[in-house]
């Protein structure tokens, strides 16, 4: 049996990350001859409910900086992963680059390269201090789509098979199927109305609110009734989204629901006349994928690893573009067929992204790095 350690730091309140290492744990469960141990929270239930040994552990910052810092001298402080033979984080773990084993760990993206203006110096300078030394340590590192991987090697410099490219699938939701009763009464209850364009997004400056405000202006003259439904907590970009709906005079069409529990989430999937994604950059939307499972209709943006990611099962636009946005929506909002037709490319394409491939896909990766532990020893 290999002993396989994972280092799972991503906490809920971290969205994507933390989704993601839930689907790369569940699809663990499928590995055959590995001893898996967690290096995490205890408490989470989450992880306790996967049912894997979990060793309390955690990084703050303090600890993060002085695993930088000794590695960037040269020095070797402690290996608190030396019980086991490779070890994998779905997302950095500076301590990583103080054990004697072969490691991967996922690095999502870049976008600092493609937007500085959305992270401070000191944001853009803690994420390029912390690649650069975990590409270097890491015996393999893991992202989801080409276009982030050609970010990877070229700005660290590395050979393009020190990078691997797998595509975690979103968890198998229990609700991912929800009989019509249910539906009613998450309708009824949250408010919504009988026809919506959905948008789940933090109000952060890349997930573009304000032209799919714009855009939406100009969707509401052609079809009145349908309204724009948002998720997201109240923070960030939120004041000046709100600002943007009631300049526009969309109250009436605009709604928000704030922080949304992941089953009632499911249903608005499900409710939902179409998702539309207008963001300017995404490694992997997993909004996309959750609307695939539900069968809902994609407009999403045109750039980056978006079209990757949708394929023919959705529309895309030029996310720059409020006309762009809205010509997609109202072609989705006005032709049931061609809608339908979509659900049904998202629900083959989501279907074939099954956890027991991501795990061979992962065991592959395993596999590269047992060896490489053997030419260590």
């Avoid at 680059?97 to 976008?111: N, S």
């Avoid at 009734?225 to 989204?241: I, P, S």
Wanted: aromatic share 10%; proline share 6%.
């Amino acid at each position: 049996m290999t002993k396989l350690g994972v280092i799972v730091l991503a906490t809920p309140d971290l969205g994507g990350t933390y989704q993601y290492s839930l689907s790369l744990l569940e699809a663990l469960r499928h590995a055959h001859g590995y001893e898996i141990t967690l290096y995490g929270d205890p408490s989470n239930q989450d992880l306790a409910a996967l049912g894997y040994p979990i060793r309390r552990y955690f990084e703050p910052r303090a600890m993060q900086l002085a695993y930088l810092a000794a590695d960037a001298l040269g020095l070797k402080l402690g290996d608190p992963f030396d019980k086991e033979d490779i070890l994998i984080a779905p997302i950095y773990s500076l301590a990583a680059l103080h054990t004697t084993k072969a490691f991967a760990y996922t690095l999502h993206d870049l976008q600092e390269l493609h937007y500085p203006e959305n992270f401070s110096w000191g944001q853009r300078t803690w994420r390029r201090s912390v690649h650069a030394h975990l590409s270097r340590g890491a015996a393999r590192i893991v992202c989801e789509a080409q276009y982030v991987k050609s970010d990877i090697v070229r700005l660290f410099k590395l050979p393009d098979e020190k990078v691997f490219v797998i595509a975690a699938p979103p968890r198998r939701q229990t609700v991912a199927e929800i009989n019509s009763a249910e539906l009613k009464k998450v309708c009824a209850r949250l408010g919504l109305p009988n026809r919506f364009v959905f948008y789940p997004a933090q109000f952060w400056p890349h997930k573009n609110h304000l032209r799919l405000i714009a855009a939406f202006k100009q969707v509401v003259t052609q079809e009145p009734e349908l309204k724009l439904v948002l998720t997201g907590k109240k923070r960030d970009e939120y004041a000046t989204v709100m600002r943007a709906v009631e300049e526009a005079g969309l109250e009436e069409n605009v709604q928000h629901l704030g922080y949304i529990e992941q089953a009632d989430l499911q249903a608005i999937y499900h409710l939902a006349t179409a998702l539309v994604m207008p963001s300017l950059f995404e490694s992997v939307s997993i909004p996309i994928y959750e609307a695939f499972q539900a069968g809902t209709p994609v407009a999403a943006s045109g750039i980056l690893s978006i079209p990757e990611q949708v394929g023919e099962a959705g529309l895309l636009f030029d996310p720059l573009s409020s006309s762009s946005i809205a010509e997609s929506i109202l072609t989705l909002v006005s032709n049931p067929e061609l809608a339908e037709e979509l659900g049904n490319r998202g629900r083959k394409k989501i279907a074939a992204m099954t956890p027991q491939l991501y795990c061979s896909q992962l065991q592959e990766l395993f596999a590269e790095l047992s060896k490489m532990n053997a030419h260590r020893k």
